[in-house]
């Protein structure tokens, strides 16, 4: 048996909010199970501070990260890839599992906006991290 974890890469345009939050989630609940990245086909140059202060209330620090570019080496590398409207900026890559999750973007929106964002990523991380881990 390898000892090698499930990767899962979340890509959004900025890296700065919805994969941030999704990745956030997903380490957190995966209690290290499962290895994460997550990246920007156009990334910003820090988190958003809403995404931050939601993700807070969840009782996850995301301050810390930095919005990262998307390279094709992190896909490759990746199990999984779940992509938040970074349309065809994402490469292919035969035997990986894709899954693009339609989320509005958070860049702008009140906070009620953002913690609705985030309760649906928090959905979906849910049921994802019980599909990998059964």
Same mark, same amino acid.
């Given at each position: =048996? ?7 890469? /979340? ?9 941030? +939050?999704?990745? #956030? /989630? =997903?380490?957190?609940?995966? %209690? ?6 997550? *990246? %920007? ?9 809403? *995404? &931050?202060?939601? +993700? ?6 995301? *301050? ?19 992509? =938040? #409207?970074? %349309?065809?900026?994402?490469? /292919?890559?035969? #035997? ?10 958070? *860049? %702008?929106?009140? &906070?009620?906006? &953002? ?20």
């Amino acid at each position: =048996m390898s000892d090698k974890r499930l990767q899962v890469l /979340f890509v959004c345009v900025h890296n700065a909010g919805r994969s941030q +939050m999704a990745a #956030g /989630f =997903m380490r957190h609940l995966s %209690g290290g199970k499962v290895e994460v990245l997550s *990246a %920007g086909s156009a990334p910003k140059d820090s988190i958003n501070p809403g *995404a &931050i202060e939601v +993700m807070l209330e969840e009782g996850i620090d995301i *301050a810390n990260e930095q919005p990262k570019l998307l390279e094709n080496e992190s896909v490759e590398a990746s199990d999984v890839v779940i992509t =938040m #409207g970074c %349309g065809d900026a994402c490469p /292919f890559y035969p #035997g990986k599992r894709y899954e693009d999750w339609v989320l509005e973007d958070p *860049a %702008g929106a009140p &906070i009620e906006k &953002i913690r609705e964002i985030r309760d649906q990523i928090k959905a979906r991380v849910e049921v994802l991290l019980k599909e990998l881990l059964s």
